[in-house]
């Protein structure tokens, strides 16, 4: 069936390049879940029709590498607290740990509850596409409330060969590490100290995009260093793994050579500012979009929204340089364009032949609007989104359905925290 959309303010982009920014009122035809053309009138008696006019239509945004799971089960727990240690931090003392619990003692309708807060968060938060690096047990929690709602997920398991790296406190082990199990294609690396030389071989005969979390922090990089005579980025080098398929999920810590073999490569980089924020660290995408980067933004452990993702990518990027270097069509751009080319997928961007992604935009409570996409990335919220699209399928979200959610969520979540105050909270 056809699909028009009428009378919206369209927002795209025209071309590759951060400011070819592309606004006029259009129709949009869609067929079979893709844009089938743009004019600024289309009429097709046999298509149904999304009524847009007074508002702003723009692709869905992009998150690569979001960490769904412990956005929700590790909420408060970290924000606080600097993951600028590697060994020993808030990370690996209690947030893997409250995991690790989690995988074990939720139920598969508990695991569900949780996923499906998230993706609501998500789209809630402007999301239309997400790629997940999942534990391992919420992998099919995540595909199944995926699929009822029908938001774009890809889901990648997180793997490790020697298990989670141990939790300890006055030199006790709290948690004892677990196999993470054969890798497979479509899971991810949790990082270089825990992959084995068979995952390295498992992993370069994969095919598709390949997940990895690295260099994360300078503590990581002295760890690797001391483990591996290589920096983590280097590392993936040497294994055959830092190809034009790698996302690499962090990216806050390189140096010259490390981003040299990422442009070489042509790799991709998937980070999240706020992480960088509440890590109280550099968000440098200005620093590897110089070095031509492709440089995309996730939510991480620290929130589900994609628009305050933009937001505080646009204020650390102007951190990192000026205001005039990074701009809110460059946050728009690492939001959208720049996850669609890290993943090879058609989304991202409002043309011909690419899926029927979509956020529709009640400009109303942003008051005065001259300037519709840098209001959206500095003053919008989710509260001005007032209908989405996924494969030009109309994806309703209630405040009702969303709070109910939160109560699933919140009962499973109390438990997992009810156990790990035995031991690790």
Same mark, same amino acid.
């Given at each position: 069936?056809?699909?028009?959309?009428?009378?919206?303010?369209?927002?795209?982009?025209?071309?590759?390049?951060?400011?070819?920014?592309?606004?006029?009122?259009?129709?949009?035809?869609?067929?079979?879940?893709?844009?089938?053309?743009?004019?600024?009138?289309?009429?097709?008696?046999?298509?149904?029709?999304?009524? #847009?006019?007074?508002?702003?239509?723009?692709?869905?945004?992009?998150?690569?590498?979001?960490? #769904?799971?412990?956005?929700?089960?590790?909420?408060?727990?970290?924000?606080?607290?600097?993951?600028?240690?590697?060994?020993?931090?808030?990370?690996?003392?209690?947030?893997?740990?409250?995991?690790?619990?989690?995988?074990?003692?939720?139920?598969?309708?508990?695991?569900?509850?949780?996923?499906?807060?998230?993706?609501?968060?998500? !789209?809630?938060?402007?999301?239309?596409? !997400? &790629?997940?690096?999942?534990?391992?047990?919420?992998?099919?929690?995540?595909?199944?409330? #995926?699929?009822?709602?029908?938001?774009?997920?890809?889901?990648?398991?997180?793997?490790?060969?020697?298990?989670?790296?141990?939790?300890?406190?006055?030199?006790?082990?709290?948690?004892?590490?677990?196999?993470?199990?054969?890798?497979?294609?479509?899971?991810?690396?949790?990082?270089?100290?825990?992959?084995?030389?068979?995952?390295?071989?498992?992993?370069?005969?994969?095919?598709?995009?390949?997940?990895?979390?690295?260099?994360?922090?300078?503590?990581?990089?002295?760890?690797?260093?001391?483990?591996?005579?290589?920096?983590?980025?280097?590392?993936?080098?040497?294994?055959?793994?830092?190809?034009?398929?790698?996302?690499?999920?962090?990216?806050?810590?390189?140096?010259?050579f490390d981003r040299e073999r990422l442009r070489t490569a042509g790799a991709s980089v998937a980070m999240s500012a706020v992480t960088a924020m509440q890590d109280g660290v550099p968000f440098p995408i200005v620093t590897l979009l110089k070095q031509d980067v492709n440089t995309c933004l996730s939510t991480g452990y620290f929130g589900l929204s994609m628009l305050d993702e933009m937001r505080q990518a &646009?204020?650390?990027?102007?951190?990192?340089?000026?205001?005039?270097?990074?701009?809110?069509?460059?946050?728009?751009?690492?939001?959208?364009?720049?996850?669609?080319?890290?993943?090879?997928?058609?989304?991202?961007?409002?043309?011909?032949?690419?899926?029927?992604?979509?956020?529709?935009?009640?400009?109303?409570?942003?008051?005065?609007?001259?300037?519709?996409?840098?209001?959206?990335?500095?003053?919008?919220?989710?509260?001005?989104?007032?209908?989405?699209?996924?494969?030009?399928?109309?994806?309703?979200?209630?405040?009702?359905?969303?709070?109910?959610? &939160?109560?699933?969520?919140?009962? #499973?979540?109390?438990?997992?925290?009810?156990?790990?105050?035995?031991?690790?909270?």
């Open positions: 069936m056809k699909t028009i959309v009428k009378g919206g303010l369209v927002i795209t982009f025209i071309h590759e390049g951060y400011h070819s920014i592309k606004m006029k009122y259009a129709d949009l035809l869609i067929e079979d879940g893709r844009f089938l053309d743009i004019k600024e009138e289309i009429t097709d008696a046999s298509a149904r029709v999304v009524d #847009a006019h007074g508002l702003w239509v723009l692709p869905g945004l992009v998150d690569v590498a979001s960490s #769904a799971a412990g956005a929700v089960l590790l909420n408060g727990l970290l924000p606080d607290y600097s993951r600028a240690r590697w060994q020993g931090s808030m990370i690996h003392g209690r947030a893997l740990p409250v995991l690790e619990i989690a995988s074990d003692l939720l139920s598969e309708e508990e695991k569900r509850a949780v996923m499906r807060y998230a993706l609501l968060l998500m !789209l809630d938060g402007g999301a239309t596409t !997400l &790629a997940d690096l999942t534990p391992p047990a919420f992998a099919g929690a995540l595909r199944h409330e #995926a699929e009822s709602l029908g938001i774009r997920a890809l889901i990648y398991p997180e793997r490790t060969a020697q298990g989670t790296p141990a939790a300890e406190h006055s030199g006790l082990l709290r948690v004892p590490p677990r196999k993470g199990g054969e890798f497979a294609p479509g899971d991810a690396l949790f990082s270089v100290e825990t992959t084995s030389p068979e995952m390295y071989a498992q992993a370069r005969r994969a095919q598709g995009p390949l997940l990895v979390r690295a260099a994360y922090c300078e503590y990581e990089r002295q760890v690797s260093r001391m483990a591996f005579g290589a920096s983590p980025l280097e590392k993936l080098d040497k294994e055959g793994l830092l190809t034009g398929r790698t996302i690499v999920a962090g990216g806050y810590q390189t140096d010259f &646009a204020f650390g990027g102007k951190l990192e340089s000026s205001a005039t270097q990074f701009q809110a069509s460059d946050a728009f751009y690492a939001a959208t364009i720049a996850g669609a080319q890290a993943l090879g997928e058609q989304i991202g961007r409002i043309e011909p032949g690419y899926n029927a992604d979509l956020l529709f935009v009640d400009p109303t409570a942003l008051g005065p609007h001259n300037y519709p996409l840098i209001q959206l990335v500095y003053r919008g919220g989710s509260r001005d989104i007032v209908s989405r699209m996924v494969g030009g399928r109309m994806l309703p979200l209630e405040r009702a359905s969303l709070a109910s959610s &939160a109560a699933a969520a919140q009962r #499973a979540a109390q438990r997992v925290w009810a156990e790990a105050r035995k031991t690790i909270l």
